[in-house]
């Protein structure tokens, strides 16, 4: 069997509470809980979920713009969680986001149903 493109392995970020009702006590957000998934060559996930689910923080960890508190990732077989320095920064150049930004992406003037239907009308058909 090919290796995956990407594999993520128990990947886990917790963040600081700070503030928090009991002064002194040390709670934690659990913005990702133990997810593993692999993505093959050619193939595309979705990653669906409510706001604050922790999707973003899934890609910002996989790319370690910031640092996962455990688990491990790989991408074409090289280990993203223990690489620093110049080899991190070769690999940020074959691996990226592309931030959200609603106000480029969904033109404001169209209904969401003519955003979404724009891609499934075939226009030899019209
Ligand atoms: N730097 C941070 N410090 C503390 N908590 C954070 C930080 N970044 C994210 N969180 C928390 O982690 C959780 C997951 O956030 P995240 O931004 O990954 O959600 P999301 O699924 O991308 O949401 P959205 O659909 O709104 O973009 C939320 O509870 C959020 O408040
Ligand atoms: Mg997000």
Same mark, same amino acid.
């Given at each position: 069997?090919?290796?995956?493109?990407?594999?993520?392995? @128990?990947?886990?970020?917790?963040?600081?509470?700070?503030? +928090?009702?009991?002064? +002194?006590?040390?709670? %934690?957000?659990?913005?990702?809980?133990?997810?593993?998934?692999?993505?093959?060559? +050619?193939?595309? $996930?979705?990653?669906?979920?409510?706001?604050?689910?922790?999707? #973003?923080?899934? +890609?910002?960890?996989? $790319?370690?713009?910031?640092?996962?508190?455990?688990?491990?990732?790989?991408?074409?077989?090289? #280990?993203?969680?223990?690489?620093?320095?110049?080899?991190?920064?070769? $690999?940020?150049?074959?691996? %990226?986001?592309?931030? %959200?930004?609603?106000?480029?992406?969904? @033109?404001?003037?169209?209904?969401?149903?003519?955003?979404?239907?724009?891609?499934?009308? @075939?226009? @030899?058909?019209?």
């Amino acid at each position: 069997m090919t290796e995956p493109l990407l594999r993520v392995s @128990n990947l886990v970020k917790t963040f600081p509470v700070r503030g +928090g009702v009991l002064a +002194g006590a040390k709670e %934690q957000v659990h913005a990702i809980d133990d997810i593993s998934f692999d993505i093959g060559a +050619g193939e595309t $996930l979705g990653l669906v979920g409510e706001s604050g689910c922790g999707k #973003s923080t899934t +890609g910002r960890c996989i $790319l370690r713009l910031i640092e996962p508190t455990s688990g491990k990732v790989w991408f074409e077989g090289r #280990s993203v969680t223990e690489i620093d320095g110049k080899a991190l920064g070769a $690999l940020r150049r074959d691996m %990226q986001i592309i931030f %959200q930004d609603p106000f480029a992406s969904l @033109n404001p003037r169209m209904t969401v149903g003519a955003i979404i239907g724009e891609a499934l009308i @075939n226009p @030899n058909y019209g």
